[in-house]
Structures are given as structure tokens and as C-alpha cells.
């Protein structure tokens, strides 16, 4: 209460209820009605997280991706705000805990209302809440400038993870979800484990054989991805005037986002070929294509409209599905994945999610051109990717290669 009242802008930092100190209540609590007669001049109160994050938001979603921005901040939003997603109801309740109406003067109350969120990954929420308040601040949008940033919470900074921890089904709003399934495009990337060419034959042959037919429908497209090493998101846009059959080559120029739907630039924000020879198999998968297809669509849906990466995790994963029986009970249908079944009976070592599809292609085609620093470089190229990083995180070497191109490369489908 000194250091309050001894302060040059004490009139804003001063608590006249003074709760602040611990004694707002008892013969304490008539102080502040005596402090709030008429005339006197009330404090304003701090800027209230809710407020602080709403201008947040504003900025970021013209600095990010509109995929990237409904995925993240969605749900960091219906954790600031308390909402839980119910499952009976198929829809979001309000919780107890509300972050979103404390004040940032209030470190105490923030600590508390952030332990109690319940969200995936907190110290990734708290880092953006970090960010959120030092934006504000350098904007000017505090009431009071000496406002202490109540975000930096060492107990909520990130802990060291395991290999168990990190490959872990986890808890999201109430449901249980696997590993890939809450971590985006960019996590994925740098997950770099991959099938071997025996798994990868094992999981295609699957699909194509498979005693269903939305099974079957999806093998052409799972072929593919293991045949040119794309990121998933950027073969389901793409369309019959991409691919070139005089000159043997393929432009990946566009990805679909998984959430918003519409079409936008590839990862890299560059176009690039990705050429085949005339006798391989993945000209000969797109042949047999273009001869059935009645769509501009090279993966289309069955309504000729994009495929959606969810359903095509359904497929290769599995899905759980509750259902309400005649007599009014819920029951759980569980619905298996291609994958998920070849591992369970012991014919593939372990489950990896479909974006390594991309991660095996570069790491059985790179191992088969290793002594090749041309084809490395063509490799990285085609793929969207850095010959440093085939080297260092591929192919497990230090070494660096000089520049330039080949005409002729190793395919894994070649071997």
C-alpha cells in the first residue's frame, strides 16, 4: 500500500477498495464508499484479457494464414473464454472458469483462471497470451503504462517432452485424438520418420484391395503421394492442366486449407515441376486416371468437389462414431483405418500419419541417390524442400554439395 501511494501516478495504481492489500473487507469495506461520493474521481480499470486478445486477434489474422488462423486461434479463444466442447450436445457449454473478464492488473486471478483452462499444449496458449499483452502494450492500449505483464508464468513455461509423451493420444476438448491430429502442417514437417519401401508397398497394396469401396476410392490418391513426396494438401487441388503428359511433369503451385476450404499458395509460396519418365508407375497411375475421370479435379470427391484431408484420415486411420440406438441409449461405433489395422496385425511396424507419406518418398529416394549430388539437389527441388536438409535430417550427413542438375534420378519405385 506504501509503494502504491509513494508512486508518481499513485492515484492509478492505488486500490481504494483495498481488496489489493487484503483488506477489503470487515469495517475496511466502508472506506471505499467513503472514497465514492459524489464528485470524487474514480480510477479506470485495467484493460481486461477478453479486450487485450480481441485486438490481438485483429492484427494477427492479417499476419498469418487464414487456414493457420482458424485453426490455432479458435480454439486458444474458446480456452480464453471458457468454452468446453460438449459431446452430447455436439456443441460448446460455458465452463466455470472465464479468463476473458479478469483484469491485467490482476496477476493473482490470472494465474489462478489460467490453471484452470483446459486446453492441449498450455504453455504454447500462454506464449500467445505473452505476445498478446507486449502488442497491446507497444500499442498503447493499457490503461496504465506501468501494468506488469502477467503472462510470464514459469510454471506454465515448456517442459522437456519424451518420445512417449510426444507420440501420446491427448485430450482436446473433451475428446481423445491422436498425436497427428493437433499438430499442424509446419509440426509435421519436421516429424521426419518414414515407412520403409516394404510398409509403403503394404499400406498402397491396403487400399487397393480393400474389401470396401470408400476404401478403394482414396488408393489412387495414397498412391500418389508415396510416388511423388507432395505435402497432402497440395495434390487435392490439384487438376488435370497441371500435369503435363508431352513433357512428363507435374506443377504444384496451390494447397487446400484443411479448415477454410479454399485454395491458396503451396507452403513455399513458389511453384515447382516435379517431373517422371515415361515407363514409371506414377505416369502410368495418371493415365488410367485421365482416362475414367470426368472432372477438372485429378482427386476428386464423389461430387466431383474437393477431397477433404479429414476424411482421408478417417480412412487411413480409423474413426469413432456415437450413434443413438432404438431404445435411446448412445453407442460408440468404431470404424477402422486402413493403417491402423496393418499395424495391429503386426504387418507394418507402427502407425505414422499420411503427411509422411511425403517423408518416405524423399528418404527411400534420396537413399537410392546418395552418392548423387545432382539428383540430391533435383530431389530437394522437386519436393519443395533444401539439399542441406536431405543431408542433415534425411540422410543423417554434415557434408554440403555443390549446385546443379541431373537428368536422370533413382526412383524408390524404380528399385
Same mark, same amino acid.
Given at each position: 500500500m506504501e509503494a502504491d501511494l509513494d508512486h508518481?501516478?499513485? !492515484?492509478?495504481?492505488?486500490?481504494?477498495?483495498?481488496? =489489493?492489500?487484503?483488506?477489503?473487507?470487515?469495517?475496511?469495506? *466502508?472506506? @471505499?464508499?467513503?472514497?465514492?461520493?459524489?464528485?470524487?474521481?474514480?480510477?479506470?480499470?485495467?484493460?481486461?484479457?477478453? !479486450?487485450?486478445?480481441?485486438?490481438?486477434?485483429?492484427? =494477427?489474422?492479417?499476419?498469418?494464414?487464414?487456414?493457420?488462423? *482458424?485453426? @490455432?486461434?479458435?480454439?486458444?479463444s474458446n480456452a480464453l473464454y471458457g468454452k468446453v466442447w460438449n459431446r452430447k450436445t455436439n456443441d460448446y457449454s460455458q465452463s466455470d472458469s472465464n479468463l476473458s473478464i479478469v483484469h491485467l492488473d490482476n496477476k493473482t486471478k490470472i494465474a489462478i483462471a489460467i490453471g484452470d483452462v483446459k486446453i492441449y499444449r498450455k504453455p504454447y496458449f500462454v506464449a500467445e497470451l505473452n505476445r498478446a499483452f507486449d502488442f497491446c502494450k507497444s500499442k498503447g492500449m493499457l490503461v496504465n503504462p506501468t501494468t506488469e505483464n502477467p503472462f510470464v508464468l514459469d510454471k506454465f513455461s515448456t517442459p522437456a517432452?519424451?518420445?512417449q509423451q510426444k507420440y501420446a493420444s491427448k485430450i482436446v476438448n473433451g475428446e481423445e485424438k491422436e498425436w497427428h491430429e493437433v499438430l499442424d502442417e509446419e509440426e509435421l514437417e519436421l516429424d521426419r520418420r518414414a515407412f520403409?519401401?516394404?510398409?509403403r508397398d503394404i499400406i498402397i497394396k491396403a487400399f487397393y484391395e480393400s474389401t470396401k469401396s470408400s476404401d478403394r476410392v482414396y488408393a489412387p490418391l495414397i498412391e500418389f503421394y508415396f510416388l511423388t513426396g507432395c505435402r497432402t494438401s497440395e495434390a487435392l487441388p490439384l487438376t488435370w492442366r497441371d500435369v503435363d503428359f508431352e513433357r512428363n511433369l507435374i506443377r504444384f503451385s496451390k494447397s487446400l486449407g484443411?479448415?477454410?476450404?479454399?485454395?491458396?499458395?503451396?507452403?513455399?509460396?513458389?511453384?515447382?515441376?516435379?517431373?517422371?519418365?515415361?515407363?514409371?508407375?506414377?505416369?502410368?497411375?495418371?493415365?488410367?486416371?485421365k482416362i475414367e475421370s470426368s472432372s477438372n479435379l485429378v482427386f476428386?470427391?464423389?461430387?466431383?468437389?474437393?477431397?477433404?484431408?479429414?476424411?482421408?484420415?478417417?480412412?487411413?486411420?480409423?474413426?469413432?462414431q456415437n450413434r443413438t440406438s432404438v431404445d435411446g441409449t448412445e453407442v460408440e461405433y468404431i470404424y477402422p483405418g486402413i493403417v491402423r489395422q496393418l499395424v495391429e496385425e503386426g504387418k507394418i511396424s507402427g502407425?505414422?500419419?499420411?503427411?509422411?507419406?511425403?517423408?518416405?518418398?524423399i528418404t527411400l529416394t534420396a537413399e537410392a541417390n546418395k552418392h548423387d549430388n545432382n539428383a540430391l539437389l533435383y530431389i530437394a527441388t522437386a519436393c519443395g524442400n533444401s539439399v542441406d536438409v536431405i543431408l542433415r535430417h534425411y540422410l543423417g550427413l554434415a557434408e554440403s554439395v555443390s549446385k546443379g542438375y541431373t537428368t536422370r534420378i533413382k526412383r524408390a519405385d524404380d528399385q
Amino acid at each position: 500500500m506504501e509503494a502504491d501511494l509513494d508512486h508518481p501516478e499513485w !492515484e492509478k495504481l492505488f486500490d481504494i477498495t483495498l481488496a =489489493k492489500y487484503g483488506l477489503g473487507g470487515g469495517k475496511y469495506a *466502508k472506506l @471505499a464508499d467513503v472514497l465514492q461520493l459524489p464528485g470524487a474521481k474514480q480510477p479506470e480499470p485495467e484493460t481486461t484479457v477478453g !479486450e487485450m486478445w480481441e485486438a490481438y486477434l485483429e492484427w =494477427k489474422k492479417t499476419v498469418v494464414e487464414e487456414t493457420t488462423f *482458424k485453426e @490455432a486461434f479458435t480454439t486458444l479463444s474458446n480456452a480464453l473464454y471458457g468454452k468446453v466442447w460438449n459431446r452430447k450436445t455436439n456443441d460448446y457449454s460455458q465452463s466455470d472458469s472465464n479468463l476473458s473478464i479478469v483484469h491485467l492488473d490482476n496477476k493473482t486471478k490470472i494465474a489462478i483462471a489460467i490453471g484452470d483452462v483446459k486446453i492441449y499444449r498450455k504453455p504454447y496458449f500462454v506464449a500467445e497470451l505473452n505476445r498478446a499483452f507486449d502488442f497491446c502494450k507497444s500499442k498503447g492500449m493499457l490503461v496504465n503504462p506501468t501494468t506488469e505483464n502477467p503472462f510470464v508464468l514459469d510454471k506454465f513455461s515448456t517442459p522437456a517432452v519424451t518420445t512417449q509423451q510426444k507420440y501420446a493420444s491427448k485430450i482436446v476438448n473433451g475428446e481423445e485424438k491422436e498425436w497427428h491430429e493437433v499438430l499442424d502442417e509446419e509440426e509435421l514437417e519436421l516429424d521426419r520418420r518414414a515407412f520403409t519401401k516394404e510398409e509403403r508397398d503394404i499400406i498402397i497394396k491396403a487400399f487397393y484391395e480393400s474389401t470396401k469401396s470408400s476404401d478403394r476410392v482414396y488408393a489412387p490418391l495414397i498412391e500418389f503421394y508415396f510416388l511423388t513426396g507432395c505435402r497432402t494438401s497440395e495434390a487435392l487441388p490439384l487438376t488435370w492442366r497441371d500435369v503435363d503428359f508431352e513433357r512428363n511433369l507435374i506443377r504444384f503451385s496451390k494447397s487446400l486449407g484443411s479448415s477454410t476450404r479454399k485454395v491458396k499458395d503451396t507452403k513455399t509460396g513458389e511453384a515447382r515441376f516435379f517431373y517422371f519418365s515415361d515407363n514409371s508407375r506414377l505416369k502410368e497411375l495418371l493415365l488410367s486416371l485421365k482416362i475414367e475421370s470426368s472432372s477438372n479435379l485429378v482427386f476428386p470427391n464423389k461430387k466431383t468437389k474437393f477431397m477433404s484431408s479429414s476424411v482421408i484420415r478417417n480412412h487411413w486411420l480409423g474413426y469413432k462414431q456415437n450413434r443413438t440406438s432404438v431404445d435411446g441409449t448412445e453407442v460408440e461405433y468404431i470404424y477402422p483405418g486402413i493403417v491402423r489395422q496393418l499395424v495391429e496385425e503386426g504387418k507394418i511396424s507402427g502407425y505414422l500419419s499420411p503427411y509422411h507419406t511425403r517423408h518416405t518418398y524423399i528418404t527411400l529416394t534420396a537413399e537410392a541417390n546418395k552418392h548423387d549430388n545432382n539428383a540430391l539437389l533435383y530431389i530437394a527441388t522437386a519436393c519443395g524442400n533444401s539439399v542441406d536438409v536431405i543431408l542433415r535430417h534425411y540422410l543423417g550427413l554434415a557434408e554440403s554439395v555443390s549446385k546443379g542438375y541431373t537428368t536422370r534420378i533413382k526412383r524408390a519405385d524404380d528399385q
